[in-house]
């Protein structure tokens, strides 16, 4: 069993950053690909990034790449997703999710956390 606690979402800017974190517990979570997903009203939850803890194979959806980046602290068990140059469009509730795969699919990943809001203004 892995537990995840997201934090750090809110109301920015068009043009502002964000930093969210997930906090990892459980026994196997380590072994495990982390990544963000992100779910707009009315919309699909979608794929935003993934990594290993060991910081390889990451991956960004085509949207974020250049603005969002994502990292871990195995000291502190956490990973992060440094948001820049946010847009309007990133408006979204953002979840973190643990799997065995670094793919794209929100249903390859087995544990999610409870998500948080972010809102960026235009």
């Known amino acids: 069993q892995v537990q995840l606690v997201e934090s750090g979402g809110g109301l920015v800017q068009a043009g502002g950053s964000l930093r969210l974190s997930c906090a990892a517990s459980?026994?196997?979570?380590?072994?495990?690909?982390m990544a963000w997903f992100r779910q707009a009203p009315g919309k699909e939850r979608d794929f935003v990034a993934a990594t290993r803890w060991s910081g390889s194979s990451t991956r960004y959806a085509d949207s974020v790449k250049g603005r969002f980046t994502i990292s871990t602290d195995n000291a502190k068990n956490t990973v992060y997703l440094q948001m820049n140059s946010l847009k309007p469009e990133d408006t979204a509730v953002y979840y973190c999710?643990?799997?065995?795969?670094?793919?794209?699919?929100?249903?390859?990943?087995?544990?999610w956390g409870q998500g948080t809001q972010v809102t960026v203004s235009s």
């Open positions: 999710a643990a799997g065995k795969v670094t793919v794209t699919l929100p249903r390859a990943y087995d544990y």
């Open positions: 459980g026994r196997t979570y380590s072994t495990y690909t």
